[in-house]
Nanobody, 125 residues
Framework: QVQLVESGGGLVQAGGSLRLSCAVS????????MGWFRQAPGKERELVGA????????YYLDSVKGRFTISRDNAKNAVWLQMNSLKPEDTAVYFC??????????????????WGQGTQVTVSS
């Protein structure tokens, strides 16, 4: 049974930092690209960042470039999203997701197959 469990969300002031973690079980993580999505109330879900199966390439939403960093450790079955210089507009539920790719180049538009339950990030002004 595949499980993706996010943690690390919370309330932070603007300009602060949070580090989200995603613990993965039930799949061979090295076969999957990983992504972090977010969804704010009344808005569509958007891909914030993605990382290829071995971490050699990444993708970021324009609005988070230079502030967010995605990383992974396949041996630890874990993925992280380091978020710095947070802004109130970053407030959303953040989801971890896995996309089966095998040893392929990162394609941020590929469908994601497994999802976590989400963790709330709230940035106060």
């Amino acid at each position: 049974q595949v499980q993706l469990v996010e943690s690390g969300g919370g309330l932070v002031q603007a300009g602060g930092s949070l580090r989200l973690s995603c613990a993965v079980s039930g799949l061979a993580l090295s076969n999957y690209a990983m992504g972090w999505f977010r969804q704010a109330p009344g808005k569509e879900r958007e891909l914030v960042g993605a990382i290829s199966w071995r971490g050699s390439s990444t993708y970021y939403l324009d609005s988070v470039k230079g502030r967010f960093t995605i990383s992974r450790d396949n041996a630890k079955n874990a993925v992280w999203l380091q978020m710095n210089s947070l802004k109130p507009e970053d407030t959303a539920v953040y989801f971890c997701a896995a996309s089966y790719t095998g040893p392929a180049n990162l394609n941020p538009r590929a469908p994601f197959d497994y999802w976590g339950q989400g963790t709330q990030v709230t940035v106060s002004s």
